[in-house]
């Protein structure tokens, strides 16, 4: 019964590293998200995957990309990290258009220094 | 203006009392409500779900929606300690980009 697992839940990198936050569900879902939150700012999209195969940008795409390796599984990855990118992300997953109904991971806390 | 708005708090109430939690938003084309509950250092969880306007009533929880006045709002009943959490509002118009509130943070003393 593990729904949607996220690893690392923490990690510390410093400005310029790159690292890749991991994603897999196991419902069955169709569509694939990653949500960044910030004191005051709520949950803002990255990017999501409607289905397998498509990818698209959300709200706060700018220093992110992602990869939607099969239905399962939707990786985040951050090139050369900046302190702006300091946040807790989220991954989530819903299982088809029109189901609002999103299933989100514990979380990963990154802090970039 | 953010399109939905929502007080972050902290709202403090005794055990036992009826909790208001509010959301104000802008886009009229939004037809799917949420509530979701996060507890510290986990992810948020659903809590409520409403299509178009109404209330739904879920045991000690009832969620509203007033599309007219572009506003909805989550009650909370015989709080208990347990119910300490942030809630947030999230609205969508039925793509994929489901919009959040800020969160409330609400805080239940026994």
């Known amino acids: 019964n593990a729904g949607v697992t996220q690893t690392p839940k923490f990690q510390v990198l410093k400005t310029g590293q790159s690292m890749t936050l991991q994603c897999a569900q196991d419902?069955?879902?169709?569509?694939m998200y990653w949500y960044r939150q910030d004191p005051g700012m709520g949950l803002r999209l990255i990017y999501y995957?409607?289905?397998?195969?498509?990818?698209d940008k959300g709200e706060v795409p700018n220093g992110y990309n992602v990869s939607r390796l099969n239905k399962r599984e939707f990786s985040l990855r951050l090139e050369s990290a900046a302190p702006s990118q300091t946040s807790v992300y989220f991954c989530?997953?819903?299982?088809?258009?029109?189901?609002?109904?999103?299933?989100f991971g514990s979380g990963t806390q990154l802090s970039v220094l | 203006q953010k399109e939905v708005e929502q007080d972050p708090g902290p709202l403090s109430v005794p055990e036992g009392a009826i909790v208001s939690l509010n959301c104000t938003y802008s886009?009229?084309?939004?037809?799917?409500f949420m509530w979701y509950r996060q507890y510290s250092r986990k992810g948020p969880e659903l809590l409520m779900y409403?299509?178009?306007?109404g209330n739904k009533e879920d045991g000690r929880f009832t969620a509203q929606v007033d599309k007219s006045s572009k506003y909805i709002s989550l009650f909370i009943r015989d709080s208990q300690p347990s119910d300490s959490a942030t809630y947030l509002c999230?609205?969508?118009?039925?793509?994929?980009?489901?919009?959040f509130g800020a969160g409330t943070r609400l805080f239940v003393k026994a």
């Open positions: 999230a609205m969508s118009g039925g793509g994929f980009k489901t919009i």
């Open positions: 886009n009229s084309a939004f037809q799917y």
């Open positions: 409403t299509y178009s306007s």
């Open positions: 995957s409607a289905s397998e195969g498509t990818t």
């Open positions: 419902m069955n879902h169709n569509s």
């Open positions: 989530a997953s819903v299982n088809t258009r029109g189901d609002e109904k999103l299933f």
